[in-house]
């Protein structure tokens, strides 16, 4: 039995008049993993931003555990967003505290979790992503790879349902995109609900349990990887595939 853990229902969203998600309606069962993958200006960053309700939706509902966020106060969001990791292309990490204090400070300022108990959580968190040695040194000291796999300890720390990553490894040279995928690939193997916008085809074909392929605007097609990379539908996605690959 799957359970869905984020239901979309007629999703529209609309920046003046320029309706860039027109109608969408999915789902995402507990413990899945969706790669979204699509051209640019497709609407992927603003639909994953739909799921945590950084963007409120035009019209339609984004249900999150049956609960939808559409209309929530402030306060209400603010508890399901804790329940959402989101890691971006950029990693914003705080430039003026160390590694270990970037993990630690959301769970002690919004959770109000002790300190000991936060350090210890912080501390497998990095050794879980290969950085227990990195702990006391700052952002600046740290290779893009590394500042993004801190990224993702520090989505982890505050103990989410589901992982939302936005292209977490487009603006990394390419010999650091490996060790932050391997990260990735070992959260998906750990039974972690996540929904991957990428362009890593290799990781979409082997970690996604399905694709959503997304270009103007729509989900155009949604499949198992073998399915879409051997036989895309769409004539979107089969024109998308031929140009990368
Ligand atoms: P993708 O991530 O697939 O490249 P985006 O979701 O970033 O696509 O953008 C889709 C469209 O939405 C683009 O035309 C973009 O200009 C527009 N858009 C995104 N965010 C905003 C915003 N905050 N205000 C106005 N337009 C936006
Ligand atoms: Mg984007």
Redesign the pocket.
């Known amino acids: 039995m799957s359970t869905k853990i984020i239901e979309i229902k007629n999703l529209q969203k609309k920046?003046k008049d320029?309706v860039?998600l027109k109608n969408i309606t999915e789902h995402v069962d507990k413990g899945q993993v969706i790669c979204v993958i699509?051209p640019?200006?497709?609407?992927?960053?603003?639909?994953l931003r739909c799921l945590n309700a950084l963007e409120q939706p035009s019209s339609g509902q984004v249900l999150f555990e049956g609960q939808n966020l559409v209309g929530l106060n402030d306060k209400k969001l603010d508890q399901i967003r804790q329940r959402l990791g989101m890691v971006f292309q950029g990693f914003n990490l705080f430039p003026n505290m160390t590694v270990l204090k970037n993990i630690m400070i959301a769970p002690i300022k919004v959770k109000g979790t002790s300190k000991g108990a936060t350090k210890q959580t912080a501390m497998k968190l990095l050794d879980q992503v290969g950085l227990a040695n990195k702990a006391d040194q700052y952002p600046d000291q740290l290779s893009g790879g590394q500042k993004q796999r801190v990224a993702i300890a520090r989505a982890l720390a505050m103990n989410p349902e589901v992982m939302l990553f936005d292209e977490p490894t487009s603006a990394l040279d390419p010999e650091m995109v490996e060790e932050v995928l391997k990260v990735m690939r070992d959260l998906a193997e750990s039974g972690m609900t996540m929904v991957v916008v990428t362009h890593e085809m290799g990781f979409a074909k082997e970690v996604a349990d399905q694709i959503w392929f997304?270009a103007d605007g729509y989900i155009q097609e949604t499949a198992q990887p073998d399915e879409f990379f051997a036989h895309p539908t769409s004539p979107r996605a089969q024109e998308f595939l031929k140009k990368i690959l």
């Open positions: 920046f320029n860039v699509g640019s200006g497709a609407g992927k960053s603003t639909f997304m």
